[in-house]
């Protein structure tokens, strides 16, 4: 892999997805195998649930590991992260931003949902300081 490669970044979006044990947010394909994440490959996960944010770094000494799946032959690596740690981070139904760095992931809730949420915050603290919005 060259330097270039290791310094690029790709990002995709999905949601946070309720099932009926816990909250799962999903990632497979090529952007895995790009970022130093190919099927077998260890890695230890990060929740900060105050900042919406999970980090999946490339550690040898992980206690994940990325799942080997195929289709049609050809190699799929898979990340299923399933857990009520994934629930204290996001509900069901809010997007998410995945960003693939080499050797690290970063999912964190849609940039369009945090704006969303702070408009959303300031309109209550607006109507509890009794300011009316402009028309």
Request: cysteine-free; aromatic content about 6%; glycine content about 6%.
């Amino acid at each position: 892999m060259n330097a270039i490669a290791k310094t690029e970044q790709k990002v995709t979006y999905t949601s946070a997805k309720e099932t009926s044990r816990a909250i799962r947010v999903w990632i497979e394909g090529r952007a895995l195998e790009l970022s130093g994440f190919p099927p077998l490959t260890m890695y230890s996960i990060s929740y900060h649930p105050e900042s919406k944010l999970i980090i999946l770094n490339r550690d040898r000494n992980g206690k994940r590991k990325v799942t080997n799946s195929s289709r049609n032959g050809k190699s799929r690596p898979i990340i299923d992260l399933h857990s009520k740690d994934v629930a204290n981070v996001f509900s069901a139904g809010e997007r998410v931003k995945v960003t693939f760095s080499y050797g690290m992931i970063r999912i964190e809730l849609h940039h369009e949902d945090v704006k969303q949420t702070d408009r959303e915050a300031r309109i209550k603290e607006n109507a509890k300081l009794g300011k009316l919005a402009r028309v």
